[in-house]
C-alpha cells in the first residue's frame, strides 16, 4: 500500500528537528525555512544567497505551500539558523522524508556507491569520501555517510542502511 501525500509532509518529517531560536523572537517559520532550502538545493542552489535568490523568483509558488508570513528570509537568517541546527537531527529528518517521497513514488531499487570528492584534498587531509544510497528510478539521492578512506566503505554501509531505515540499527 502506497502512502498518503500527507505520509511524505515535511511538518510531518521534521517534526523532532527543533528551533534552536529563542521562542517568540522568530520573524520565520523554521518550516518555511527548511522549506525553502530544501527545494533551492534541489533546484541546484549552492549557496544562501542562490536560495534567497529562487525564493524570491518563486515567491508566488512558495506561498501556495508556506506561510511566509514575513516574507522570504534573507540569507544571513539562513545561515544563522541552519548554522544551529543539529545536523545528525536534520539528516535524520531529510532521511525520513526522502523515504517517504520515495515510497510514495514507488521507488524500489536503492543503489549504494562511494565516491571521492573531486578538489577536497588537501596538503594535510585526504580527499572527502562518502558513501550514497541513490534511488534510481527517482534519481534521488537518500542518503550518504562520509567515510575515512576508500577502503573503508565496507564499514560505512551497514551507517548508512542505519539511517535508511532504524530497524536496521537492531540488526
Request: with cysteine; charged share 25%; net charge positive.
Amino acid at each position: 500500500m502506497l502512502p498518503t501525500p500527507q505520509a511524505a509532509s515535511l511538518k510531518t518529517a521534521f517534526k523532532t528537528l527543533k528551533d534552536p531560536r529563542v521562542r517568540n523572537r522568530t520573524k520565520h517559520r523554521l518550516l518555511d525555512l527548511v522549506a525553502i532550502a530544501l527545494c533551492g538545493v534541489i533546484a541546484n542552489c549552492d549557496t544562501w544567497a542562490e536560495i534567497v535568490d529562487f525564493a524570491n523568483s518563486h515567491r508566488d509558488w512558495l506561498q501556495r505551500f508556506l506561510k511566509l508570513s514575513n516574507g522570504i528570509p534573507s540569507q544571513d537568517t539562513f545561515e544563522r539558523v541552519f548554522a544551529q541546527i543539529d545536523p545528525a537531527v536534520f539528516s535524520r529528518c531529510c532521511i525520513h522524508w526522502l523515504k517517504d517521497v520515495a515510497d510514495l513514488l514507488g521507488v524500489s531499487h536503492i543503489a549504494i556507491d562511494g565516491k571521492s570528492l573531486r578538489g577536497s584534498a588537501s596538503s594535510t587531509l585526504r580527499p572527502l569520501h562518502l558513501v550514497s544510497a541513490w534511488a534510481t528510478e527517482a534519481k534521488l539521492t537518500l542518503g550518504e555517510v562520509a567515510v575515512e578512506g576508500k577502503s573503508n566503505e565496507i564499514k560505512a554501509i551497514p551507517e548508512l542502511l542505519k539511517l535508511l531505515d532504524p530497524a536496521l540499527s537492531r540488526c
